[in-house]
């Protein structure tokens, strides 16, 4: 189900397929950095993102910086990565246009 943490080899092959996201070193999460052109178009990546995530029920851990989004994913009622987390970040790479 969608929130069983993914075996190791599930992770591996699933962030193969996300441009960008990389598995955090303890392998509990995992992160990408986005970088835009401006605050006004990071700052919508962010609100697109956080519409999706309301629904979702699954949400980000990020900071931002001016155009800059530093993004960790990761299920925390399971401590781990699952499917929501890789959804989570299929869809933040298509709304930054990014595939
Ligand atoms: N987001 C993330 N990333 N991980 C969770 O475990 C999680 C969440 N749990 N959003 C949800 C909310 C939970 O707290 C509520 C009660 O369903």
Do not use: C, Q
Request: no cysteine; glycine share 6%.
């Amino acid at each position: 189900m969608a929130r069983d943490l993914l075996a190791t080899d599930e992770l591996v092959k699933a962030v193969a397929d996300l441009p960008g996201w990389s598995v955090a070193s303890d392998g509990l999460s995992i992160e990408r950095t986005f970088e835009f052109r401006n605050f006004s178009e990071a700052f919508a990546f962010m609100t697109r993102t956080a519409l999706a995530a309301e629904k979702m029920n699954h949400h980000p851990d990020w900071s931002n910086v001016y155009k800059t989004v530093k993004v960790t994913l990761s299920t925390h009622d399971r401590g781990g990565v699952t499917e929501l987390d890789i959804e989570l970040a299929k869809r933040m790479n298509r709304y930054a246009g990014v595939d």
